[in-house]
C-alpha cells in the first residue's frame, strides 16, 4: 500500500511510511509564518496499518472532510483520526487566515452516501436552510477561500469589509451573522459558539471552514456578490 500524498498551493508532498510529516509554521510542510499558528500543528503517521491525521497542537482545531462534503470531523487539540476515504480536505484557520490541504490516499475504507456517518466527533451533513441574505453573508466572508484554484489560503475579511463589500450596515451584518451562527450551532455545529449564551470570536472564521468544506456555498455562489454589490456613486 502506498503512502498518501498531501497536495498544498499546487505542490505535492511525499509521506514516508514509519516517519511522522508534521505540518505547522515550522515543519516538513510550513503552512505559512503566521504567528498564530503553531510551530508543529497537525501530523499523519503510520500506525497498525492506518494512516492517522493527529491534533499535536493546544490551541487550534481542524475541520476534516470527505470529498463530497457529507462526513466531517472537528480536530480538536489532541485529537486523531484515521485517513479512510481516498481524498480528506483539511481546513484550519490561524489569526484571520483559512488555510487548506488535501490528504490523498490509493487506499478507500470507506464509501460516502447520502446518510454517512463516521464515529464520535464526526458531523453528517445535512440540508440546512439558508436565507438569501445569510447565504450572501457567508459567500462574503468566503470569498477568497472560494476562489483559490487548488487548496492554499486565504483571508477572511474584517466584518466591517464584508458589510461594505455588500453594502450592508455594520449593524445589520452582524446581526445576520449572528442569526446565522445560531441557526448552525443548534443543528450541531461545533466551534461557532463560546460558551453558554455567547458566540464564539474566531465565529467567522469557522463559519468559513464549515461552509466551504461541507459545500453549503461553492465557487458558483460567488455571482451572488456580483449582483449584490452596491453600485458606484455617480458623479
Not at 497536495?7 to 508534521?22: A, I, M, N, R, V
Request: net charge negative.
Amino acid at each position: 500500500m502506498k503512502a498518501p500524498r498531501i497536495e498544498f498551493c499546487g505542490e505535492w508532498y511525499d509521506l514516508t511510511p514509519g516517519e511522522p510529516f508534521f505540518v505547522g509554521r515550522e515543519s516538513d510542510l510550513v503552512i505559512d509564518e503566521n504567528p498564530f499558528l503553531h510551530r508543529r500543528f497537525l501530523s499523519i503517521s503510520q500506525e497498525n496499518g492506518l494512516w492517522w491525521l493527529s491534533n499535536v497542537g493546544n490551541l487550534l482545531a481542524a475541520t476534516v472532510t470527505d470529498t463530497t462534503g457529507q462526513v466531517q470531523a472537528w480536530l480538536a487539540p489532541g485529537a486523531r483520526l484515521p485517513v479512510v476515504f481516498p481524498e480528506l480536505q483539511v481546513m484550519f484557520s490561524a489569526g484571520s487566515t483559512t488555510y487548506e490541504f488535501t490528504i490523498h490516499s490509493e487506499s478507500e475504507y470507506f464509501g460516502t452516501t447520502s446518510l454517512t456517518t463516521m464515529q464520535a466527533g464526526t458531523t453528517t451533513v445535512g440540508p440546512v436552510h439558508l436565507t438569501s441574505s445569510q447565504r450572501l453573508l457567508i459567500v462574503a466572508l468566503a470569498e477568497n477561500v472560494l476562489k483559490q484554484d487548488s487548496p492554499g489560503r486565504g483571508e477572511i475579511p474584517a466584518s466591517a469589509d464584508a458589510a461594505a463589500r455588500l453594502g450592508w450596515t455594520q449593524t445589520a451584518f452582524n446581526r445576520k451573522l449572528d442569526n446565522v451562527c445560531d441557526k448552525l450551532d443548534r443543528i450541531g455545529v461545533r466551534g461557532l459558539r463560546g460558551g453558554r449564551g455567547k458566540l464564539a470570536t474566531g465565529r467567522r472564521a469557522r463559519l468559513v471552514e464549515y461552509a466551504v468544506s461541507s459545500r453549503l456555498v461553492d465557487a458558483a455562489d460567488l455571482v451572488l456578490l456580483d449582483r449584490e454589490a452596491p453600485a458606484p456613486p455617480t458623479n
